[in-house]
């Protein structure tokens, strides 16, 4: 090989390990929103769940002491 072939191919291998760390970057980014997502879906589902437990227990109450 000659001297700029070798250089050619230096660079080629540098390149495309930078374009492999950039793909890998934007997959994280993506995994990471994602991720933020179903954080944010599963803390409402349980702020409801909570809601809708305290309420009935409420009902409840409310029931016994009207019988009283």
Request: charged content about 25%.
């Amino acid at each position: 090989m000659t001297q700029n072939e070798i250089v050619l191919f230096v660079s080629g291998l540098l390149i495309g390990a930078q374009i492999m760390a950039v793909v890998s970057m934007l997959l994280d980014l993506r995994d990471a929103s994602r991720d933020l997502a179903r954080s944010d879906e599963a803390r409402k589902r349980a702020a409801g769940d909570a809601f809708l437990n305290s309420m009935t227990t409420y009902r409840l109450l409310q029931k016994l002491e009207a019988r009283r």
